[in-house]
């Protein structure tokens, strides 16, 4: 995947330091912006995305469109959480204040922040990300954002990320460090109307989970390994997951691993 990185038209010197800090970092290239269109750059350095250094934000202008950080739809899960509703993923993850959490897929962080809301300060969320870009956009606005309120940003800014392949780190970790991890992976099946992913799409790692990666969560996990996919999907029985209850009519569907320990 190759990819440029850029800022927008008139930058100042912060947004062409940072630019070229990154480009560095991430061993590709710097081009100075002028005045051309992204689709001009693409064609002259033959880049298939430009990571996009704007005033105080990052963005992939991606051929799906343009992939920026928000907390959009953690914003309404928060408002419920707070309002005593529940939340189908932290049902599912069986999850409270104090919890160890490994999210080994970060995507656009919404899940996480969810999570690290309801784990509090005593609690510790860690999401993994493969794709580079990814990685940055949604790293730079977990650790930036500022538009919204303290809750939120309490929890963006306490999601530690890390951007390693999930089989990796979970060789990493000890038995039983997390007390849930989670899985999101790319549908097998894509919901098309999910437009929220419509720009991650061509830069997400979109391989299929292994048996292998998830018995090495069951040995990372304390409590439970949890899988989201879409409703009817064949990867709950192929990798041993039980569908849990709920969400009859949604689209997506929640499953579990409990780990079981025998009473001595
Ligand atoms: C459907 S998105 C996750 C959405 C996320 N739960 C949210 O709330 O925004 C899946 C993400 O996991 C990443 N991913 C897929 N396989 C991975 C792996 N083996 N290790 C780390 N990240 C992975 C993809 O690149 C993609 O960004």
Redesign the pocket.
């Known amino acids: 995947m190759k990819f440029i990185v850029t800022t927008t038209r008139k930058p100042d010197a912060a947004q062409e330091n940072f630019a070229a800090q990154i480009s560095a970092r991430l061993d590709s290239k710097f081009v100075r912006r002028e005045d051309f269109s992204f689709d001009a750059l693409k064609k002259i350095h033959d880049a298939e995305n430009i990571l996009l250094v704007k005033k105080n934000s990052l963005s992939v202008m991606t051929s799906e469109g343009e992939l920026f950080f928000h907390p959009n739809t953690a914003h309404l899960r928060l408002k419920n959480l707070r309002e005593g509703r529940p939340d189908r993923l932290i049902d599912a993850l069986k999850i409270s204040a104090g919890s160890k959490v490994l999210d ?9 922040i969810v999570e690290s809301f309801v784990v509090g300060a005593e609690g510790k969320i860690v999401a ?4 580079p870009l ?1 990685f940055e956009v949604v790293g730079h606005g977990l650790k930036n954002f500022s538009e919204d309120s303290p809750h939120i940003l309490e929890a963006m800014r306490r999601v530690k990320i890390f951007n ?4 990796k780190f979970l060789a990493s970790c000890a038995d039983n460090s997390f007390d849930a991890v989670y899985f ?3 549908f097998r099946r894509p919901i098309q109307k999910s437009s929220g ?1 419509n720009a ?1 799409r061509p ?5 299929p989970l292994t048996e292998k990666i998830i018995a090495e969560a069951v040995r990372v996990a304390k409590f439970r390994v949890v899988l989201k996919e879409h409703s009817g999907s064949e990867e709950f029985a192929r990798l041993g997951f039980k569908i849990l209850d709920g969400g009859k009519y949604s689209s997506v569907s929640f499953g579990a691993i409990d780990k079981v320990y025998r009473l001595l």
Do not use: W, Y
């Open positions: 080994c897929t970060l995507g656009l962080g919404s899940d996480a993994l990300e493969k794709n990814i390693v392949d999930c089989e999101d992976p790319m992913l991650i830069l997400a790692d979109d391989r």
